[in-house]
């Protein structure tokens, strides 16, 4: 166990480094492999008529229509982050403009402040808006990154988990101390983009810290 965590704990630090390096820009990823891993979010019964969405240089570009309201996309909460994700039709109407936003305003060269600032003032304004009803947002890949301290840019490995819809919970609401290791926690927990995460596989890594 101390030595699965010292690797964990070795390969944080080693994305954090390099997130300092390159800066706020997220790294483009070959098509074809960006396309393999945001599908592996997915579960088979949804997977092969999911909506798809890819990174460029401006932001993310939708090269496959969905057919069945499902949309797989790898979202990057933070630039080194790699978080392939398989939204239903109510995290497609609701969760993926504020991803889409995002990945936007980072291409244009807005520091993380503003983005923060940006899409706050979305929320408030009615542009962005909370999930209306319960969904799931499936994140069934084996290669997560996820954001574990969104101030001090740190990554790390998540295994495969699914989250769920659930707009100013906390974990208190939850009876949860938040700690990763237990049946569910919250992630952004008190604001609009609030989900519960179930695991579906173990681990002894640290907690996932931000959608």
Known sequence: MGHTRS???LAATALLAASAAA??????MDKPRETALALSACPPSVQAQAG???LDQSGYVKVRESQNGFTAIVQHSLPTAQEPQCLDAEGTRTFLPRILKVA???AQGKSREEIRRIVADAFAKGALQPPSRPGVDY????ENVVTVDEEKGLVAPFPPHVMFYVPYL????????GNPAGPAFVVGEGTPHA??????APHAGPAHGGK
């Not at 906390?170 to 101390?177: A, F, I, K, Q």
């Open 195 to 200: 989900v519960i995460i179930v695991p579906v």
């Open 7 to 9: 690797l964990v704990a």
């Open 139 to 142: 994140m069934l890949s084996t």
């Open 104 to 106: 936007e305003l980072r």
């Open 52 to 54: 798809l969405y890819l």
């Open 23 to 28: 800066g706020e820009l997220t790294p483009l």
């Open 170 to 177: 906390t974990n208190r609401d939850l009876g949860s101390d």
